[in-house]
């Protein structure tokens, strides 16, 4: 069984910073994109960043580069959100996803997508 766990969620204020992770459990990590998305109340899912697990290739959302970093350790099938310079805006539900294995053009859509974590909540106050 395929298993998406997120943690590192929580409260912050603005400026502070959050690490999230995403241990993959019951699939193979290698050959596949890996990315966060969020979802805010009454908005849209949208892709925040996403990597290729094989060559480590990144990219992200507009709205969060320069202060976020999407990173992974091979070793622990985890995948990792750096989030830095945190702005209220940032405040939604964060979910891990897994992409279709041997589709490495990683996008910030929910094309290709296979797999779905339960989410992390991350809230930052002014």
């Known amino acids: 069984q395929v298993q998406l766990v997120e943690s590192g969620g929580g409260s912050v204020q603005a400026g502070g910073s959050l690490r999230l992770s995403c241990a993959a459990k019951?699939?193979?990590?290698?050959?596949?994109?890996m990315g966060w998305f969020r979802q805010a109340p009454g908005k849209e899912r949208e892709g925040v960043a996403a990597i290729n697990t094989d060559r480590s290739i990144t990219i992200y959302a507009d709205s969060v580069k320069g202060r976020f970093t999407i990173s992974q350790d091979k070793t622990k099938n985890t995948v990792y959100l750096q989030m830095d310079s945190l702005r209220p805006e940032d405040t939604a539900m964060y979910f891990c996803?897994?992409?279709?294995?041997?589709?490495?053009?990683?996008?910030?859509?929910?094309?290709?997508?296979?797999?779905w974590g339960q989410g992390t909540q991350v809230t930052v106050s002014s």
């Open positions: 996803a897994a992409g279709l294995r041997n589709v490495q053009s990683c996008t910030l859509t929910t094309v290709d997508l296979a797999y």
């Open positions: 019951g699939l193979t990590y290698s050959s596949r994109c």
